[in-house]
């Protein structure tokens, strides 16, 4: 009798998870507690992050062990309402540092918000890490960016700047030199398009203004050739940003890989499978 209970348990048990690999896909991360070593256990800390003469309110989620770490720095959208914790903490448990920031003027940080201050913001949070690696055992010479939304146009903007930061990951970019063009510089138009009546400390004709004179900074495709050796990955939810792409493709001599998936703008139904991308890429 126990042995016929024991067939049945089994029968049920391996039903259901074939019911529940279908309804996923297949997509399943295993997530488990974390043995905090003694001498240096994982753990959070607030920062304050010195970049154009103002302070960046941030945090970095400590990985575990004694050893310098990979680091990861998140990269926010506009206004930042997405901040992909979800990836921060299992990227953390793998062995990742990870830094999440506020650019200037946006949230908590000081200064003035420019989208040409979020691409100094990062460069300057590079160095800062440069500084104290030691401190935070950061392993300088394996950081990696992650952006989502405007974050990804910075990612791919910073990243052009960064000698010693190979590798990108761009989530749903947001082409502002295209949004500005679609409007033709009527900056009431775009500021309603991109919401800035609503967020951050800098009026929309501060914000657009110096899109609409000076496109050619903000054309993600100007950035190709000094992209050429980084390792980058576009993700993204439409195929509008495919001309940008193709662009920064035909120029990579290292890693490019661009797709669009059937989701939303923050990857609700695809976390766990963005999750295992991201993962994969910073194991690369």
Same mark, same amino acid.
């Given at each position: 009798?126990?042995? =016929?209970?024991?067939?049945?348990?089994?029968?049920?048990? *391996?039903?259901?998870?074939?019911?529940?690999?279908?309804?996923?896909?297949?997509?399943?991360?295993?997530?488990?507690?974390?043995?905090?070593?003694?001498?240096?256990?994982?753990?959070?800390?607030?920062?304050?992050?010195?970049?154009?003469?103002?302070?960046?309110?941030?945090?970095?989620?400590?990985?575990?062990? $004694?050893?310098?770490?990979? $680091?990861?720095?998140?990269?926010?959208?506009?206004?930042?309402?997405?901040?992909?914790?979800?990836?921060?903490?299992?990227?953390?448990?793998?062995?990742?540092?990870?830094?999440?920031?506020?650019?200037?003027?946006?949230?908590?940080? @000081?200064?003035?918000?420019?989208?040409?201050?979020?691409?100094?913001?990062?460069?300057?949070?590079?160095?800062?890490?440069?500084?104290?690696?030691?401190?935070?055992?950061?392993?300088?010479?394996?950081?990696?960016?992650?952006?989502?939304?405007?974050?990804?146009?910075?990612?791919?903007?910073? *990243?052009?700047?960064?000698?010693?930061? @190979?590798?990108?990951?761009?989530?749903?970019?947001?082409?502002?030199?295209?949004?500005?063009?679609?409007?033709?510089?009527?900056?009431?138009?775009?500021?309603?398009?991109?919401?800035?009546?609503?967020?951050?400390?800098?009026?929309?004709?501060?914000?657009?203004?110096?899109?609409?004179?000076?496109?050619?900074?903000?054309?993600?495709?100007?950035?190709?050739?000094?992209? =050429?050796?980084?390792?980058?990955?576009? *993700?993204?939810?439409?195929?509008?940003?495919?001309?940008? =792409?193709?662009?920064?493709?035909?120029?990579?001599?290292?890693?490019?890989?661009?797709?669009?998936?059937?989701?939303?703008?923050?990857? $609700?139904?695809?976390?766990?499978?963005?999750?295992?991308?991201?993962? =994969?890429?910073?194991?690369?």
């Amino acid at each position: 009798m126990k042995k =016929a209970t024991s067939y049945l348990f089994a029968a049920v048990l *391996l039903l259901t998870t074939t019911i529940l690999h279908a309804q996923t896909g297949g997509d399943t991360l295993v997530l488990t507690d974390i043995q905090w070593d003694a001498a240096y256990p994982a753990g959070s800390e607030e920062l304050n992050i010195p970049s154009g003469g103002s302070l960046l309110q941030g945090f970095i989620y400590k990985a575990n062990g $004694t050893a310098k770490h990979p $680091t990861l720095l998140l990269l926010h959208g506009y206004p930042g309402n997405e901040r992909n914790l979800d990836l921060a903490q299992v990227a953390r448990a793998r062995g990742w540092n990870v830094i999440y920031f506020d650019y200037r003027g946006s949230w908590a940080s @000081q200064g003035i918000f420019s989208f040409k201050h979020c691409v100094e913001d990062v460069v300057n949070v590079v160095g800062w890490c440069t500084k104290n690696s030691d401190s935070l055992h950061i392993d300088t010479n394996n950081i990696a960016l992650f952006g989502h939304s405007m974050g990804g146009w910075v990612c791919l903007k910073a *990243l052009a700047q960064l000698p010693n930061v @190979q590798k990108g990951f761009a989530l749903s970019t947001w082409d502002i030199a295209g949004s500005v063009a679609a409007q033709k510089g009527d900056l009431k138009a775009i500021a309603k398009d991109a919401g800035a009546y609503f967020v951050l400390n800098a009026t929309p004709a501060q914000q657009f203004t110096p899109v609409v004179k000076n496109p050619a900074y903000y054309e993600l495709q100007n950035e190709a050739k000094a992209l =050429a050796d980084k390792q980058i990955i576009m *993700l993204d939810e439409h195929s509008h940003n495919q001309p940008i =792409a193709n662009a920064l493709q035909r120029q990579n001599n290292a890693y490019f890989l661009y797709e669009v998936w059937p989701t939303d703008h923050p990857f $609700t139904n695809k976390r766990v499978a963005l999750i295992k991308k991201v993962l =994969a890429f910073l194991r690369k």
